[in-house]
């Protein structure tokens, strides 16, 4: 069956921007998670939704919002881009977020 | 959350086994050690994962010591391909559901 996919792969915005990524879990998975991946801090949690509802959340600002429709599907928002947002930005399903998570590809952004 | 820790780097010859450690020693008796690796770019990558038996799978071998406190992934007969930052990771259990918490993980360089 299809794996995990990202939307956008790359994406490049300005300071004080927002923007708005996508991610497709693997059919039947309701839990998806996210992830920031950067240089300095490597892969941290940012939230976990589980059928539309967060269910965990990160030491992350407000600034990052997450959703989860009800066909499973999920996007995180980042308001007022920060230089430092700049990341790989990965997601992961799985059947209910106990079991071993499937990651994505990841969008990379990029913030000038 | 229990920590774990991993040497930065290892190097291995391309076709002999690469045995990589990590140490787990707070986890506790109900967490499970899991192994993911990501080759530059992509999404992390399952291996394997277990609780205190040995496992193997068509991928790797996971070594888990009596006392629980430390593991060693092994590829029996590593490629090139296998170039990678592997990562061990015990699950935490937080808010009812499970999130993974990556250390920094080991960059396997496999040498021709």
């Known amino acids: 069956k299809a794996g995990v996919t990202q939307t956008p792969r790359y994406l490049i915005k300005t300071r004080g921007q927002q923007v708005t990524l996508s991610c497709s879990p693997i059919s039947g998975h309701r839990s998806v998670s996210w992830y920031q991946q950067t240089p300095g801090q490597g892969l941290q949690f940012l939230f976990e939704?589980?059928?539309?509802?967060?269910?965990n959340k990160g030491n992350f600002p407000g600034r990052f919002s997450g959703r989860q429709f009800s066909n499973s599907r999920s996007e995180m928002n980042v308001s007022t881009l920060e230089l430092g947002d700049s990341a790989l930005y990965l997601c992961?399903?799985?059947?209910?977020?106990?079991?071993?998570?499937?990651f994505g590809p990841g969008t990379r952004l990029l913030v000038l | 959350d229990a920590k774990t820790t991993q040497p930065p780097s290892m190097d291995c010859a391309e076709g002999r086994a690469a045995n990589l450690p990590c140490n787990h020693s707070?986890?506790?008796?109900?967490?499970?050690v899991y192994w993911y690796r990501q080759i530059h770019s992509q999404g992390p990558q399952y291996i394997i994962h277990?609780?205190?038996n040995n496992e193997t799978n068509e991928m790797a071998s996971l070594i888990i010591t009596e006392d629980r406190k430390s593991s060693t992934l092994i590829l029996p007969h590593a490629t090139l391909r296998d170039t990678a930052v592997y990562y061990c990771?015990?699950?935490?259990?937080?808010?009812?559901?499970?999130?993974?918490?990556f250390g920094k993980g080991t960059k396997l360089t496999v040498n021709p």
């Open positions: 990771i015990v699950r935490a259990l937080q808010g009812g559901s499970e999130k993974l918490v």
């Open positions: 992961a399903s799985s059947l209910d977020g106990v079991e071993v998570g499937n």
């Open positions: 939704y589980f059928s539309e509802t967060q269910r």
């Open positions: 707070t986890i506790s008796g109900n967490e499970y």
């Open positions: 277990g609780l205190k």
